[in-house]
């Protein structure tokens, strides 16, 4: 009996798809570098790049990735925040769950995939970093939510223009009715099918019109032709009267329109419990025997059990505990049913004890990390 080389593949794949689902399935990754970071341990790490800017960290890349690293850096220098792409590299759980329980929802079982939850089917995560400078083939970053020894897959450079949906002209809300129009006069002067782009434009408010109904905006500063150039806008008559004009192909088209024109605004939205959590941001107190053991921590410490590798001072480590346990980092499970309990966590070299008591946590101790007895770490 004779075989063909398809009839090995299920009926519902073409020959193409099945090379394609087999090529995945055989890919593997490598990690470009692995993360230098002040947080040592799950407990206190947080869950958003943006809960603790003091969180500093390094990137250096690998030399079995590229002979000369620094080469692959040249330019990113000209970018102050890159995406990091990183692999969660201490999850322990086996299999994942199709509904989760976010922290800040306080026990409400929501879908995974509208969650920022590490147990995920591939344990891939995404996080955006502020990119301070760059030492040959090493990225110093800060504002980082990631463990020390995470593996990082890839980098890119952060780009405004492209990664905010906010100036995103085609993720604002205006119907067709709203749309600007260009006058026939205009096309028939010889711009045949001409490309309007008009951008930033927040400040743009309806006038009352003349009998020419000749839609007018407010005067603005500039503005950012389609070729990047910048246009200032011409007076057209002494009753502070401004036409709207934009460059198209290097013609500057007067903008006219019988229709009303209202101020766009952006579609980008959130699930409400982003913004109006159940749980609200806690109050953070210190005791003063804590205060006295954190002023023993410095860059330039004696002793090297109290010496900073991250923070400079450590001022600016009480600003970074405070920011790191006001989002409350408990689990679920520790806030609910081990409220009574010490809760430790690090930073840097410090080791701290906390506990918990409503709205409010106080700081009861800060030692070394070596001196730590017990590290209770989830």
Not at 258 to 281: F, G, H, Y
Request: proline share 6%; charged share 25%.
């Amino acid at each position: 009996m004779h075989f063909s080389d398809t009839d090995f593949i299920p009926h519902s794949l073409s020959l193409e798809r099945f090379i394609d689902e087999a090529l995945v399935e055989s890919m593997e990754v490598k990690p470009i570098g692995y993360i230098n970071s002040l947080f040592a341990f799950k407990n206190g790490t947080p869950r958003q790049p943006t809960v603790c800017p003091f969180a500093r960290g390094s990137l250096k890349i690998e030399k079995s990735i590229f002979t000369n690293p620094e080469h692959s850096l040249e330019g990113l220098e000209e970018f102050s925040h890159v995406w990091v792409i990183f692999v969660f590299h201490k999850n322990t759980t086996e299999y994942v769950k199709a509904k989760v329980k976010p922290p800040r929802l306080n026990g409400k079982r929501v879908g995974l995939f509208s969650t920022r939850s590490p147990y995920r089917p591939n344990a891939i995560g995404l996080t955006l970093a502020k990119l301070e400078n760059i030492s040959g083939g090493t990225l110093h970053l800060s504002g980082i939510d990631l463990l020390d020894g995470t593996p990082v897959l890839d980098i890119k450079p952060y780009i405004h223009k492209y990664d905010s949906p906010i100036s995103c002209p085609s993720c604002m809300n205006s119907s067709p009715e709203e749309d600007v129009k260009v006058s026939s006069d205009s096309i028939n002067r010889g711009n045949q099918e001409p490309e309007l782009l008009v951008s930033d434009m927040e400040q743009v408010k309806e006038r009352n019109m003349s009998s020419t109904d000749r839609t007018t905006f407010e005067e603005p500063k500039s503005q950012i032709s389609n070729s990047g150039t910048e246009s200032k806008s011409e007076e057209n008559d002494p009753s502070d009267n401004y036409d709207c004009k934009v460059s198209c192909d290097n013609q500057s088209l007067n903008i006219e329109s019988s229709s009303e024109v209202v101020n766009k605004q952006p579609i980008v939205k959130a699930a409400e419990w982003i913004s109006d959590a159940p749980i609200s941001k806690l109050s953070v107190k210190i005791t003063d025997r804590a205060s006295f053991q954190l002023q023993k921590f410095s860059k330039t410490a004696e002793n090297p059990d109290f010496k900073l590798k991250f923070l400079h001072s450590s001022d600016e480590a009480l600003d970074a505990i405070k920011a790191i346990l006001c989002e409350d980092p408990r689990s679920i499970y520790r806030r609910q049913k081990c409220e009574d309990s010490l809760y430790y966590f690090t930073v840097d070299t410090l080791h701290v004890t906390c506990w918990f008591d409503d709205n409010i946590v106080e700081i009861v101790r800060i030692q070394p990390i070596l001196y730590a007895q017990h590290l209770k770490v989830s």
